[in-house]
């Protein structure tokens, strides 16, 4: 399908559409925001039995979904030189892409021409190219860049259970061992703790009794012990311990365990250093630091070089330099070790000391629920409450909804309970399994406070206190993207939205405090959406990042990305799209949606991920899953002229040469138009010079491209070659006209034609003897006109002040001409009836619109 052209079966809506048998992309609704979940690669193995990429491809869309585009490139061009050599044959590449990148990577945003135009420029840079480099080679370069970029892909892993040790997430854990360390995740494959090979002090197993399951404990250099059950708790030790013993072997890095001061000064060749200090070995490596007497090395501190005993340093297990607080803590005593780990904590715990967050304590008071058999008072309350805190975490559901407000309706407060056991699943508080999609979890939280105004002020107490003393990083984490959620989708009361902004500005070093401010202004300006979060704003917070960027088409089969926001309307966002593109004014342009087989314009006034998010949800009503094949959700957005009420030819150069030329040509190959033979030659003259400028080489091939030249229906008139005659003579005529110039040649050509800027939709009627039964209609600045599809006459005009009623279903269109009791019907047959009532509606509002500020001007004179 012509990215240009876009057209419907049997109609046209200014050059968009989709027809029957438009493409189903696999996948789901896909913003052009791609984030993606990687599969299990629960065999495990250890370290990389053969060189290959099929790691890469699972690595890719396993784990950095955000990934640099010129990276995957890359990797994609690596493949190809690998299974191919260093000819790139575009054919051949773009079959080969989806196997290349990983799925969720090809999106609206990163088309799969796009991720070829990548590699090609990828290869063309590679030095594996230029210089044919072995094959073998560059697997192992591949091999080598994933290993560092995906290290928890290059893994062993094992299930086990969380015995003793401070506090995770979660209990049943994913432990996965590699080169960096030990890792434990969950079946989300978030990570729930890391543990680097320095920080392990000591590991441990035991085989465990009868009844006992085997366990492995590990001991870190903070102090903290973690004791985990699993069947293959022995293999975990010792593969810890290989790693463990490899690496200090090849370590070239040992910590002072004691102070050394030099006997002999610095001349003498001995090395000084105090307690603590990191020596970087020079020649020797831990093993001979392990098994000999003396070493060489440098202090890292005092940058001196000498030899020193090596009974008195511990040899980190690292091939890499070491993190200084790492370093520091080798030393320590267990309690001067908790010390600093509390001074850490609190450093960065320190603007929260000076300035205590906020909480919502003191609203509580008049707007909660109180607390269950409690009749103190309330200078009593604070001191005694403890577990009635009910601003405060929790890991328990609630039986009531929090708000006084709410209690009153037995519906609202169910499903405030409701909507609280999803908070807590999201936030990994409360047990759960594995979602069916990522906007499941965030659907059940906010779908109910976006039909009743009462839970929108639940919903956001209930997030404020799952994040009100919560000492769980990876629970508070969560609650931070349910409220950068929460404060795109809508504004809290005027009673509680003091009290949010005070918990954000008090909590301004978390880093998604500021952003949920501003989201917040914008949400009290622009007002509440109508749907729960799109799916592309859930992947995108939880892939940390604020900004999303989305893939818009232009007619010229260009592109390009946006910034959209929670709170960008579609107005917003054709004004950002106009003032990018260097247009006059975005007045008559709009978005449009294309999914499955239709093509939306998105109202000016709607929320942009709003009307993407209801039009997902209605295909996927309208076409139930059938086989257990889910619908295609893919969708891509397009930016046009919809409304050609003030278009003249000229007085826009951009938009003439990015959307007016480009609009205008396929409807005019169609054979939509009335012209004249002499036109015929004028404008096939111009679209060659719009294509090839001066270049006269492809004169030969005019026959071949008469399609894009002539209008469809007038070709066989005359002989190709008598076109090719008489298109070049007209050419000659336009020596030195530049493509921008031809093209707007062509359009104030046709400028005069009564049916320029028209939609034009093939119908069949059957109110109108007088009439054909196939009929063309074209919607424009004139009204609605009625064409003879064989001669190109126009019937009649209907202007837009004589319409008085219409109506459009699946099937059908009907419009009424005059009063509705002696008014003339005309009922039409067609598929895009849902477009004609959009255009015809769009029309008349920006006729009435016109037509009240030309009264408003007329009174205020």
């Given at each position: 399908m012509e990215m240009m052209e876009m057209r419907d079966d049997g109609g046209d809506s200014d050059g968009v559409g989709g027809g029957e048998g438009s493409d189903d992309d696999d996948g789901a609704a896909d913003g052009g925001v791609g984030v993606g979940n990687g599969g299990d690669d629960s065999s495990g193995g250890f370290g990389v039995a053969h060189v290959s990429l099929d790691r890469v491809q699972l690595?890719?869309?396993?784990?950095?979904?955000?990934?640099?585009?010129?990276?995957?490139?890359?990797?994609?061009?690596?493949?190809?030189?690998?299974?191919?050599?260093?000819e790139m044959i575009l054919e051949r590449l773009l079959n080969l892409v989806p196997t290349y990148i990983p799925d969720r990577e090809i999106t609206p945003l990163r088309t799969l021409e796009k991720w070829a135009q990548l590699a090609i420029a990828a290869h063309k840079k590679g030095i594996y190219a230029q210089r044919r480099t072995d094959a073998q080679k560059v697997k192992e370069d591949v091999v080598n860049y994933a290993r560092f970029k995906w290290p928890l892909l290059f893994s062993r892993f094992?299930?086990?259970?969380?015995?003793?040790?401070?506090?995770?997430?979660?209990?049943?854990?994913?432990?996965?061992?590699?080169?960096?360390g030990v890792y434990f995740v969950d079946e989300q494959e978030q990570v729930l703790l890391e543990l680097s090979f320095p920080e392990i002090m000591a590991v441990s197993s035991s085989r465990g009794a009868k009844l006992v399951a085997p366990s492995f404990t590990l001991a870190t250099i903070k102090g903290d012990e973690y004791t985990f059950t699993s069947s293959n708790a022995e293999d975990i030790r010792d593969l810890v311990v290989t790693f463990l013993e490899g690496l200090r072997?090849?370590?070239?890095?040992?910590?002072?365990?004691?102070?050394?001061?030099?006997?002999?000064?610095?001349?003498?060749?001995?090395?000084?250093?105090?307690?603590?200090?990191?020596?970087?070995?020079?020649?020797?490596t831990g093993e001979q630091v392990m098994n000999s007497g003396w070493a060489n090395g440098i202090n890292e501190r005092t940058k001196q070089r000498g030899d020193f005993p090596t009974d008195c340093v511990y040899v980190m297990p690292t091939v890499t330099m070491p993190p200084r607080e790492i370093v520091a803590l080798v030393t320590m005593t267990p309690d001067q070790r908790q010390d600093v780990i509390r001074l850490l904590q609190l450093r960065t715990a320190e603007p929260e000391v000076r300035a205590k967050p906020y909480t919502l304590e003191e609203f509580s008071y008049d707007y909660f629920r109180p607390p269950p058999k409690h009749t103190l008072s309330r200078v009593m309350v604070s001191k005694t409450r403890g577990k009635d805190r009910l601003w405060s975490h929790t890991r328990e559901p609630l039986k009531?909804?929090?708000?006084?407000?709410?209690?009153?309706?037995?519906?609202?407060?169910?499903?405030?309970?409701?909507?609280?056991i999803a908070v807590l699943k999201y936030m990994g508080d409360y047990p759960s399994k594995r979602m069916?999609?990522?906007?499941?979890?965030?659907?059940?939280?906010?779908?109910?406070?976006?039909?009743?105004?009462?839970?929108k002020d639940e919903v956001y107490v209930q997030i404020l206190k799952q994040l009100t003393d919560n000492h769980i990083r990876y629970s508070e984490e969560r609650g931070w993207e349910l409220l950068w959620l929460c404060t795109g989708l809508f504004p809290p009361s005027n009673i509680l939205l003091p009290h949010v902004q005070r918990f954000l500005q008090s909590r301004k070093p978390c880093p998604?405090?500021?952003?949920?401010?501003?989201?917040?202004?914008?949400?009290?300006?622009?007002?509440?959406?109508?749907?729960?979060?799109?799916?592309?704003?859930?992947?995108?917070i939880q892939h940390k990042t604020t900004q999303i960027f989305h893939k818009v088409y232009f007619p010229d089969d260009t592109d390009e990305a946006f910034e959209v926001e929670s709170s960008t309307k579609a107005k917003d966002f054709c004004q950002n799209i106009a003032a990018r593109l260097l247009l006059k004014s975005s007045e008559g342009f709009s978005l449009f949606v294309k999914i499955a087989?239709?093509?939306?314009?998105?109202?000016?006034?709607?929320?942009f991920f709003d009307f993407v998010r209801h039009l997902t949800d209605w295909i996927k009503k309208a076409r139930p899953v059938k086989d257990g094949i889910v619908p295609s959700l893919t969708y891509?957005?397009?930016?046009?002229?919809?409304?050609?009420?003030?278009?003249?030819?000229?007085?826009?150069?951009?938009?003439?040469?990015?959307?007016?030329?480009?609009?205008?040509?396929?409807?005019?190959?169609?054979?939509?138009?009335?012209?004249?033979?002499?036109?015929?030659?004028?404008?096939?003259?111009?679209?060659?010079?719009?294509k090839f400028e001066e270049d006269k080489s492809y004169f030969p091939s005019i026959p071949k491209l008469l399609r894009e030249l002539v209008p469809q229906d007038l070709i066989r008139q005359i002989s190709p070659d008598d076109w090719k005659r008489s298109i070049v003579a007209y050419f000659n005529k336009h020596a030195g006209k530049s493509k921008e110039e031809a093209k707007l040649a062509f359009l104030k050509l046709i400028f005069k034609w009564p049916t320029f800027g028209s939609a034009f939709f093939e119908v069949k009627q059957t109110t109108e003897p007088n009439f054909p039964e196939i009929l063309l209609i074209a919607i424009n600045k004139y009204g609605v006109s009625l064409i003879d599809p064989r001669t190109k006459d126009i019937l009649t005009t209907h202007p837009f002040t004589k319409i008085s009623n219409w109506s459009s279903g699946n099937t059908y269109f009907h419009i009424t001409i005059g009063n509705l009791v002696r008014g003339s019907k005309l009922l039409c047959e067609t598929s895009l009836g849902y477009k004609m009532d959009d255009l015809l509606t769009s029309y008349i509002s920006q006729m009435l619109t016109a037509m009240s500020k030309q009264r408003g001007s007329r009174s205020g004179k």
């Open positions: 690595c890719a869309g396993a784990e950095e979904t955000q990934e640099q585009e010129d990276d995957l490139a890359e990797l994609a061009s690596q493949q190809y030189f690998v299974d191919y050599g260093s094992y299930e086990a259970y969380k015995f003793s040790g401070p506090s995770l997430p979660k209990n049943d854990v994913i432990v996965a061992v590699n080169w960096t072997k090849r370590s070239k890095y040992v910590v002072a365990l004691q102070d050394n001061p030099s006997p002999a000064g610095e001349e003498s060749g001995f090395l000084s250093f105090a307690k603590g200090d990191l020596i970087i070995l020079d020649h020797d009531q909804a929090l708000l006084k407000k709410i209690l009153g309706s037995e519906e609202l407060s169910q499903e405030a309970c409701m909507a609280f069916r999609s990522v906007n499941e979890l965030t659907d059940q939280i906010f779908e109910g406070a976006l039909k009743a105004e009462p839970l998604l405090a500021i952003d949920c401010l501003q989201r917040l202004q914008k949400a009290l300006r622009n007002g509440s959406r109508k749907y729960p979060p799109h799916l592309v704003e859930v992947e995108a087989d239709k093509v939306l314009s998105v109202p000016e006034n709607d929320f891509q957005v397009f930016f046009m002229k919809k409304l050609w009420t003030t278009t003249v030819p000229g007085k826009d150069p951009m938009a003439d040469s990015i959307f007016h030329y480009y609009q205008e040509l396929p409807k005019y190959l169609r054979g939509y138009h009335k012209c004249t033979r002499e036109e015929v030659l004028q404008l096939g003259a111009l679209i060659y010079r719009a």
